[in-house]
């Protein structure tokens, strides 16, 4: 496995307060996320990860649950069986998005009646649940309530599944176009009392803004929406300046985004377009982690043929197999003469052969990931460092897994 970039990526994460992992769904986002947190943590930092639906077993043996939002402390003895005791600490929130939209609304809607009509109406569920971009957003808010709190000095943020991470980026500014002022002033007008037909004829510009709530909400309750509006407007008064926070924040020098991508030709042209975007947005993209990729299999110098291959194969079989065990009881009796390993090599023929072909598609697929690899990292900026993580054949799912990837993402300076 090539260790070129290695270096690199513990500079990136040494030399940065907030790391944010983007990428297409299924790479290896929340992984990543949270064993640079762990690395973190091991060298001495307070560090927290910011994940998003880790898969159960992952989220049990970093302590956190499914309803949360609260930061939890990894227990240090974690850290003392790591090896390490450099001090640091490692803490866990996992993003709980309509728990999230409910503490917004606990934060800034004092009034006890208000905040509960908000929290009870139909439009405000369908908001916080489900509103396209609304996690995005929830993630980007939590790390700006993460910063605030000055309590870490390493912020891993874990980014949703979707489609292009830029849907990530961005989150602030779409949902702060969403609730545009005007849309918001129209909405708590006094005089807004009649039902969706009359608004639509009343004036185009109020149809088209219903009609672009109706598309982004799939809710045509005109009392709901009416209502939430109203009781929302404190909120949003300070929402422009605090999307304005977070957006700066991501575009902070001291934040790094780590695109994490996969071998595969599909995920390597999303991963292009989305490293054409950063950089067309001036956004921060400061290194690159190709995760399971399939190692090449050294056979000693040069090609190896299919039939030096099998031989191999057949060799280790029968070394591995009891002499006795290698054929059925019959044929061992027909064979009595011959050198046992002669015996099982002819009974593991078959099977030697499925397994030599087995490694030489293996093969094909490690060299194909090596080179797609190398075309990528040919087309990123020079500054920007590319690590090559393999695919260790079973999933990572506690802490001793996410240990196991530090090697390969940080070479030798683990704990
Ligand atoms: N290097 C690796 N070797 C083996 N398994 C891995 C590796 N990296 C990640 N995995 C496994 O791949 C699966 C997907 O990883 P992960 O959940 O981190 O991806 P994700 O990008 O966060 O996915 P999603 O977009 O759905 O949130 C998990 O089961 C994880 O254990
Ligand atoms: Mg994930």
């Keep these: 496995m090539a260790a070129r970039g290695i270096d690199?990526?513990?500079?990136?994460?040494?030399?940065?307060?907030?790391v944010v992992?983007?990428?297409?769904?299924?790479v290896g986002k929340t992984t990543t996320a949270a064993t640079i947190a762990l690395w973190g943590a091991l060298q001495g930092r307070n560090a927290i990860v910011l994940t998003i639906d880790p898969a159960r077993r992952l989220a049990d043996s970093l302590g956190v649950g499914p309803i949360g939002n609260t930061p939890v402390r990894v227990p240090d003895t974690v850290l003392e069986t790591a090896g390490s005791d450099a001090g640091g600490s490692l803490a866990a929130m996992m993003l709980d998005q309509k728990g999230s939209w409910d503490e917004l609304v606990e934060r800034h809607v004092p009034n006890e009646d208000a905040r509960?009509?908000?929290?009870?109406?139909?439009?405000?569920?369908?908001?916080?649940?489900?509103?396209?971009g609304s996690q995005e957003y929830m993630a980007v808010e939590q790390l700006g309530e993460l910063d605030a709190s000055g309590r870490y000095d390493l912020i891993v943020v874990d980014t949703p599944p979707t489609q292009h991470a830029l849907d990530f980026l961005e989150a602030p500014e779409r949902l702060l176009d969403f609730l545009d002022r005007?849309?918001?002033?129209?909405?708590?007008?006094?005089?807004f009392s009649a039902g969706w037909s009359t608004l639509r004829t009343m004036n185009r510009t109020v149809g088209f803004l219903l009609h672009k709530i109706e598309d982004a909400t799939g809710v045509t309750a005109l009392a709901d929406v009416t209502d939430f509006f109203s009781a929302m407007t404190g909120l949003f008064e300070d929402f422009e300046p605090r999307v304005q926070r977070v957006t700066q924040l991501l575009r902070d020098p001291s934040t790094a985004f780590l695109l994490?991508?996969?071998?595969?030709?599909?995920?390597?042209?999303?991963?292009?377009?989305?490293?054409?975007?950063?950089?067309?947005?001036?956004?921060?993209l400061k290194g690159v982690v190709m995760n399971r990729v399939h190692p090449h299999l050294a056979m000693g110098d040069g090609e190896a043929s299919f039939e030096s291959i099998r031989d191999l194969v057949a060799e280790q079989l029968a070394r591995l197999r009891p002499a006795s065990a290698a054929?059925?009881?019959?044929?061992?009796v027909k064979t009595a003469r011959r050198p046992a390993d002669a015996a099982s090599g002819a009974a593991d023929a078959p099977l030697a052969d499925r397994l030599a072909q087995n490694f030489v598609v293996y093969q094909a697929r490690a060299r194909g990931d090596e080179v797609r690899s190398e075309i990528?990292?040919?087309?990123?900026?020079?500054s920007v460092p590319l690590v090559l993580v393999p695919d260790l054949q079973?999933?990572?799912?506690?802490?001793?897994?996410?240990?196991q990837l530090h090697p390969f993402l940080f070479a030798g300076t683990s704990g």
């Design 8 to 18: 690199e990526i513990a500079e990136l994460v040494r030399g940065h307060r907030i």
């Design 21 to 26: 992992c983007a990428g297409s769904g299924g």
């Design 116 to 132: 509960r009509r908000i929290l009870d109406n139909r439009f405000y569920e369908q908001l916080s649940q489900s509103f396209a």
């Design 182 to 191: 005007k849309i918001v002033k129209w909405f708590v007008r006094p005089s």
């Design 260 to 284: 994490v991508a996969g071998p595969d030709e599909q995920v390597l042209d999303q991963a292009d377009y989305l490293v054409a975007q950063m950089s067309a947005r001036g956004m921060p």
């Design 327 to 332: 054929a059925p009881p019959a044929r061992r």
């Design 376 to 382: 990528f990292r040919q087309g990123l900026p020079r």
């Design 394 to 403: 079973s999933d990572i799912h506690d802490l001793a897994g996410l240990l």
